[in-house]
């Protein structure tokens, strides 16, 4: 019988067809083709060489780098104060680490593509060592040629590659099958890193008693003075991991809520312990921030658990005017700050609530969330207003890639929710709110960020009241988010246009309010539509925060084209501008394109299923 | 008892005066199929019992509670009132479970497994509980259909608007769509439907309208409507489609 018509036939494998052909195919297809391609392989075996000849001549002063690589991170950040950096590069990893373990999905990757990402490095390497040339013209004008790379290590080095280049391709072939955790294989790359920075040594700088400088350039760990701090964190990344991932299993639903607040809460925890010295006492601690605590966790649990009841929910639009003006009031009374925040998030709790904590479950979870948050807020607030600041040398305490790291994530983190904002108040129905919102916007774009981040340095003393001063870097901030918010908000409108009107009718039929439908259907839909925009320029604002140099702040490009080029004491680095310029390009290009690169794996994992 | 009541309803576009006027209602239980000729007003009037549109005259009950800018009452009725649309409009971000259950979820504050199992019940009933996992996008546009009718019917309406559920589909995937509706008609929903399926009003309707520029030309019985059409408008429209 000839009724098979229910088999199910497996698509044909795509398979590589070897390497005779696809050089056929697509570098030697034609004659033209053909020359193109000896030519271009030709000037880029020149290229390389010129490069690699450039970073391993004698006249490059690396040391430089590897000397000044605490000023590179931290600027001037005093020592005896680094534990608290450390502490609070901490706190962030194992909350990482918490995220992470929580969150995984225990997704398997087959060792075929780890071991082809491995060949792909090894086989590059190869090549590069393969082409590297053995001496170098150092000086023009005579011609003087070094040896810089000795055939021996040459040889040696390309035996290792191979070997290695071997070891991944028995990985790809003979193991191909094997699964293993993706998160295991992450695990392993970051320990990779850690390794290396106790393996890997380069030269640096080192004096004598009497200061004056021991030649040769003695090989030290990559990170000698901070390989051990790094080591404990990752530890400790790995311990929360499992931690994170013991929770999971645990099926903590309000575990879920905390994880997000945590990290919102961290950008306060970085500012009050890295930029203040906090200092407690038990005495403030028990008559002021204990009471005020227990207040509002009481006041926080009547409006979780009795707001949402049928008799109060028809007044629910006077509770929320009413606390907003007490909020306004108390904000303007001379009390603690503490307070006028509070009042602030309470009016939120109460506008929100009833929508959130529509279950027994939900509100229980929502009460926990507002506890712990507005407990950790009020410590913070405790150790951000004491006036102890860290005394430092120079305009301010955060530089080198501190600074353009702080001024990059505060800068994405204000700017997002009030980009959001934006767009959405110029896409809104009332009018007050729409033109507001386009003016800003408008006004926002049609200056150049330079000019802004002056009139934030110079200017924007007299738009605050009297004795409200604002440090250089927190200018910054603010200038650096309001400009990208402007942005942002343009990138977040053109996702809102592409959302048909279907969608907007569909949600209000099935009876969602107005933030319900903005909240789950609208941007939702809209963010996702913008992803390739809103990366790039989260890009953009990275390399941007280069400008604050401007305004006098040491950035990371800053410190490697001014500072460190014009060191001559303890080590004379004068005029080695071309390494640093190179380090600094390096640093930048690490950083953003495994930005672009994890965006991209994100952005693939939303578009699955879609359309 | 009608449990819907429009009473000399108008509306205008700008100058332009779409509905001239409607005044009907609808009884408990009862299926009305709306026809008329493209840009007669079917679709305004219908989405006005829901308030997508405003009507700017007249009166407009629904279940004893009439329809004006108040929030609370366009809110209470949104949740009595289930709507299907021509190009369905599933959310594209959500699975098609999630589509279900997120109106039961937020709006009734029901939890999430009871909105789960109540919608699993209803996928069963317009007969796609395998597809549950999907996202809209990978469905075909009658099961998409299919889907937006168990959205709607996921908030427990009393009454479910139809505008043109069928005419953005193929001929084969029409039938598993009024399948779905026939046996929702028998199981004594009130529906409004505006459609050009005439065998869909034969067989099911109670009574069946004409619209024609924003006016109610003729209602009737379908057997009165398509044998003993009284206007010269029915006649010239019924002689155009069958
Ligand atoms: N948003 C709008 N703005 C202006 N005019 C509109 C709008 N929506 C509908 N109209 C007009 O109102 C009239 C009635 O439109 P409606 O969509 O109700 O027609 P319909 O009977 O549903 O037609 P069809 O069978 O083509 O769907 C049409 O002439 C249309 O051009
Ligand atoms: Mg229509």
Redesign the pocket.
Same mark, same amino acid.
């Given at each position: 019988m000839a009724d098979n018509v229910n088999i199910q036939e497996s698509p044909p494998e795509v398979q590589f067809a070897g390497v005779n052909r696809w050089l056929r195919e697509n570098l030697f297809s034609s004659t033209g083709s053909a020359i193109l391609t000896f030519v271009s392989i030709g000037a880029l075996i020149g290229l390389f060489r010129s490069i690699i000849g450039f970073f391993i001549s004698p006249e490059r002063e690396w040391t430089a780098i590897t000397y000044n690589l605490r000023l590179y991170m931290v600027q001037a950040y005093p020592e005896s104060d680094f534990i608290r950096v450390w502490i609070t590069i901490g706190l962030v990893m194992g909350l990482l680490g918490l995220t992470w373990g929580f969150n995984s999905v225990n997704e398997k990757s087959s060792l075929k593509s780890t071991g082809t990402t491995l060949m792909k490095v090894f086989s590059s390497l190869f090549l590069l060592v393969l082409i590297a040339p053995t001496s170098v013209v150092i000086d023009k004008v005579e011609g003087t040629v070094v040896d810089v790379f000795q055939q021996e290590l040459r040889i040696y080095l390309l035996a290792v590659l191979a070997g290695l280049i071997l070891v991944s391709y028995f990985i790809r072939t003979k193991l191909a099958s094997q699964e293993v955790s993706k998160d295991y294989l992450n695990i392993g790359y970051v320990g990779l890193l850690v390794v290396s920075i106790w393996l890997i040594k380069v030269p640096t700088v080192t004096f004598d008693s009497s200061n004056v400088r021991i030649e040769p350039d003695p090989l030290l760990p990559l990170a000698a003075s901070t390989k051990n701090p790094w080591t404990a964190l990752y530890l400790l990344l790995v311990v929360t991991f499992f931690i994170g991932r013991y929770l999971n299993s645990k099926n903590l639903t309000s575990f879920k809520r905390i994880l997000p607040v945590s990290w919102l809460l961290t950008p306060l925890v970085v500012v009050t312990w890295i930029y203040r010295k906090p200092d407690f006492t038990l005495s403030q601690i028990t008559t002021l921030d204990l009471p005020v605590i227990l207040g509002f966790s009481a006041i926080g649990y009547l409006v979780i658990n009795y707001l949402n009841s049928e008799k109060l929910m028809q007044y629910q639009r006077y509770f929320v005017y009413g606390s907003l003006i007490i909020a306004v009031v108390v904000f303007s009374l001379p009390v603690l700050r503490q307070l006028k925040l509070l009042f602030f998030l309470l009016w939120i709790l109460i506008s929100v609530a009833p929508t959130i904590a529509n279950s027994k479950e939900s509100a229980r979870s929502l009460f926990i969330v507002w506890s712990v948050a507005i407990t950790i807020l009020i410590l913070l607030m405790r150790g951000g207003t004491s006036e102890t600041l860290i005394v430092v040398p120079g305009s301010s305490i955060y530089g080198g890639f501190a600074l353009t790291w702080v001024l990059a994530f505060f800068g994405i983190a204000i700017s997002f929710p009030f980009g959001v904002m934006l767009a959405l108040g110029r896409t809104s129905s009332l009018p007050i709110i729409r033109i507001i919102c386009t003016a800003i916007i408008e006004l926002v774009r049609s200056v150049p960020f330079i000019t802004w981040l002056f009139f934030g340095s110079v200017m924007l003393t007299f738009f605050l009241p009297a004795g409200v001063e604002f440090d250089e870097v927190v200018r910054a901030v603010v200038v650096t988010s309001i400009f990208s918010a402007a942005y942002l908000a343009e990138n977040v409108r053109g996702g809102l246009q592409s959302i048909s009107k279907g969608q907007f009718e569909a949600a209000d039929a099935v009876g969602l309010s107005t933030l319900q439908r903005i909240s789950l259907i609208v941007m939702p839909q809209a963010l996702r539509a913008v992803i390739p925009p809103i990366v790039s320029q989260v890009i953009s604002l990275f390399k941007d925060t280069s400008l604050v140099a401007i305004v006098g702040l040491f950035d990371l490009l800053y410190i490697g084209s001014k500072v460190i080029p014009n060191q001559s004491q303890g080590a004379n680095f004068l005029g080695t501008i071309q390494e640093n310029i190179l380090f600094c390009a390096i640093f930048y290009w690490i950083f953003t394109y495994s930005f672009a690169r994890r965006s991209m794996k994100i952005e693939k994992r939303l578009g699955l299923g879609e359309r | 008892m009608s449990i819907i009541q429009s009473i000399d309803v108008k509306k205008w576009? %700008?100058d /332009?005066q779409?509905l001239k006027g409607i005044t009907m209602d609808v009884a408990e239980g009862e299926v009305l199929v709306i026809c %008329?000729?493209? +840009?007669? +007003?079917?679709?305004? /009037?219908i989405?006005c019992i829901n308030r997508l549109e405003q009507h700017q005259d007249g009166q407009i009950i629904v279940d004893g509670i009439e329809l004006t800018n108040d929030l609370k009452n366009i809110e209470a009725i949104r949740s009595e009132v289930g709507m299907v649309f021509?190009s369905f409009n599933l959310f594209p971000h959500l699975t098609v479970l999630q589509n279900i259950t997120l109106a039961p979820i937020w709006v009734r504050k029901k939890s999430k497994s009871e909105a789960e199992e109540k919608a699993m019940e209803l996928l069963e009933r317009v007969g796609i509980p395998e597809q549950a996992d999907k996202f809209p996008g990978q469905l075909s546009g009658g099961q998409q259909q299919r889907v937006a009718i168990a959205r709607a019917l996921a908030m427990e309406p009393k009454i479910m608007l139809f505008?043109?559920p069928t005419s953005a589909l193929d001929p084969e995937m029409i039938k598993e769509v009024l399948d779905v509706m026939k046996e929702l008609a028998q199981s004594g929903m009130t529906m409004i439907v505006?459609t050009h399926e005439m065998g869909f009003a034969k067989e099911v309707a109670d009574r069946v309208m004409l /619209?024609d520029e +924003?006016q109610l030309v003729e209602q009737n019985t379908p057997e009165e409507f398509f044998n003993n059409p009284e206007s010269d408008r029915t006649k010239l429209f019924l002689s155009q489609i069958l």
């Open positions: - | 576009y %700008g /332009f779409a %008329g000729p493209s +840009g007669s +007003g079917k679709s305004t /009037f989405r021509q505008d043109e505006v /619209f +924003g």
